[in-house]
């Protein structure tokens, strides 16, 4: 079995936080303030129900910028990570959309975070906000740059959201390998779109292919986690955990508990 290093026990959950609307995004409300409590809020929530780790990501500032964002992003992403941090002392990471993911890395360094969601790391893709081409050469040289090793680069494959047309000769398999092949820590595998499952048959391919973590995206659920549990090593989880299963509601700290003391029965069963 593969446990992900950095989170210290078997088949850790990773709880989302969708921050409110950044600086200068067409949501924005104004009030840098309150999203940071918000988000504060948010962490305190998780940790109080169990959570094993946790998460920020930009979700609201659509519609996306492709690969950068301004400094205002990075500073105020920067910032929310260090208190989530500092008021938790859980595992914790970051994902800038879209495909900011050097932006991510230096927002994660200066926050003292533990790792980083990383979107077109190898092969390209067609996303919302256009063509996305691969990082993975110059983002791990960014890491060396910046001292930032420690800093574990989890990576998105065939990624949500987006048409693979592109490289349809590439199997989900080969693009793991590949994602490996360039010093990926870890590969994510996701449904269609936001909520979506992941087909477990190919999260399993996928675990069988590469000697690194897989995680789960997208989709999880506490009626069908006991599927993936079997085939995946870690589960990024952000509608499920939100009221009426919707990304941009509030937590549902019940939620949250039922589905942790779930966990924590698999855990005792595994072998």
Known sequence: MKDVKVFNLTKPVIGMIHVPALPGTPKY?????????????????????GIDAL?????????????KVGPEIISLMSILGYEVKNLTGLPCGIQIL??????????????GLDFIRAEGFVFAHTADEGIMESDAGELLRYRKQIGAGNILVFTDIKKKHSSHSITSDVSLTETAKAAEFFLSDGVVVTGTSTGE?????????????????????????????????QVADAFIIGSYFKSEGRWENEIDKKQVENFMKKILRLRGLKT
């Open 98 to 111: 879209a495909g900011a993911n050097k932006d991510a890395l230096a927002a994660a360094y200066s926050a």
């Open 197 to 229: 499952e992941a087909n477990a048959g190919e999260v399993k391919q996928v675990k069988n292919s590469v000697s690194i973590p897989v995680l789960t995206g997208s989709g999880i659920t506490i009626d069908n986690i006991e599927k993936y549990f």
């Open 29 to 49: 409300s104004g009030d840098v303030k309150s999203i940071i409590e918000k988000v504060k809020q948010e962490a305190s929530v998780y940790k109080d129900a």
């Open 55 to 67: 998460a920020i990501e930009n979700m609201h500032d659509v519609p996306y910028l492709k690969r």
